[in-house]
């Protein structure tokens, strides 16, 4: 694909998603680690049903997905806004999404310069993750042992990734000794993608249980704590996968560092506080085919126990209602 740098490690982006004149190509990530495998969307509507579906996740990547899904739709002459009310509707949680496709319907109707349009939100995407894992490298010392949870690589933004960009650039440098990977239950985004990539780029990891993660911190088996953001309040109250609330509580009981990589486009100013923020709620059968159960996607880490987040522009510290201000 035409204006894409090379990826000195990790998967092309080109391979994680990317726009054909007659369709959507993305790797199917419901498929990872055991198979590598290719899925077509014909249409805007089959974008939104792999989106719903987790073949295509991890907020940045989801904002990529939908801007190609429009951009598939512009091309073979269907309503626009219905797309983009489908697509919309997918994930309410991710704020890239909404961003992305407010960027779309911004950018006229003409279908070339819409497919152009998207492919340009890909390449900003894996700029930004460049530019976010060098800001970010500057928390990391020799030695290091970072704890991740979900997955924040390629395979959520479309570039290098977020907090796990971070880790492996880290790593790189002769920073990083090993890293603590969390299961991420119940849909184990951890154990199938993160494992996955980290593998693919020769970095040692351990996964453990979710559960694990906070006698691990205790004991300063985790020097570091780093997540990725399915949307930011205006305030520094963030969004993430289930599980993430968890771990700030025992970063901050451990003293260890707990830092928030994600874009600019996570960054939403119009949400005042976290408990604005919608929790979307998955199929209960995602935890449980035989007796009733709640699964909420995501929980809400306040601001208090964040120790900096880190977007393309830069690390911003607390406060963050005012360091934000200059990220989105």
Known sequence: ?????SQARGVAPERIIR?????????????????????ECRS??????????????????????????????????????????????????????????????????DPAALAERARAIHRDEVARCRAMAEHAVAFFDPGSRPLTHCNTGGLATGGVGTALGAIVLAWERGLVDTVLVDETRPVLQGARLTAWELHAAGVPFSLIADAAAPGLIARREA?????????IAANGDTANKVGTYPLALAAAGAGVPFVVVAPSTSVDLAT?????????????DEVSDRYEA????????????????????????APFGESLRHAA
């Open 1 to 5: 694909m035409p204006g894409f740098v």
């Open 19 to 39: 726009l054909e004149d007659d369709r959507v190509v993305c790797l199917d990530q419901r498929r990872l680690p055991d198979a590598e495998v290719d899925l």
């Open 44 to 109: 805007a509507a089959d974008v939104a049903s792999a989106i719903r579906a987790l073949a295509v996740r991890g907020a940045p990547l989801i904002g990529v997905a939908a801007a190609y899904g429009y951009a598939l739709a512009a091309a073979q002459g269907d309503d626009l806004a219905e797309a983009a009310k489908e697509l919309g509707a997918t994930r309410p949680t991710a704020v890239n999404l909404a961003w992305a496709l407010r960027e779309m319907r911004a950018s006229g109707t």
């Open 223 to 231: 020097t570091h704590v780093f997540v990725g953001a399915d949307r």
């Open 272 to 284: 005042a506080v976290g408990a604005d923020i919608p929790i979307e709620e998955r199929p209960a």
């Open 294 to 317: 709640r699964n909420p996607a995501f929980d809400v880490t306040p601001a208090h126990l964040i120790s900096a987040i880190v977007t393309e522009t830069g690390v911003h510290p």
